[in-house]
Nanobody, 112 residues
């Protein structure tokens, strides 16, 4: 089970930190790939950030230098630190463990 939190309404230039707590799949969390995705109305979910078990990370070009994905294997939680938020960052953010496990999503709204 994955549960996201930390979304909200902010102004452009501000920051948010999303959290995704994983339960019930501890071994898979520690050895699996964690990702954050963003979905906007009428569009498919798009990959925002990825964290491999070996610590490697990847980011969508639109968020490089502003977003940071990190994982805490002690608390089985993955984070997405989002700085310098822009209106185009608005959407529902989902975390995923591999391809099979998804959270319910958390809304991020950035006003201009």
């Amino acid at each position: 089970q994955l549960r996201e939190s930390g979304g909200g309404l902010v102004q452009a230039g501000e920051s948010l930190r999303l959290s995704c707590a994983v339960s019930g799949s501890i071994f898979t969390f520690r050895t699996g790939t964690m990702t954050w995705h963003r979905q906007t109305p009428g569009n498919q979910r798009a990959l925002v950030a990825l964290s491999l078990a070996d610590g490697a990370t990847q980011y969508a070009d639109s968020v490089k230098g502003r977003f940071t994905i990190s994982r805490d294997n002690t608390n089985n939680t993955v984070y997405l630190q989002m700085n310098s938020l822009q209106p185009e960052d608005t959407g529902v953010y989902y975390c995923a463990l591999g391809t099979a496990f998804w959270g319910q999503g958390t809304q991020v709204t950035v006003s201009s």
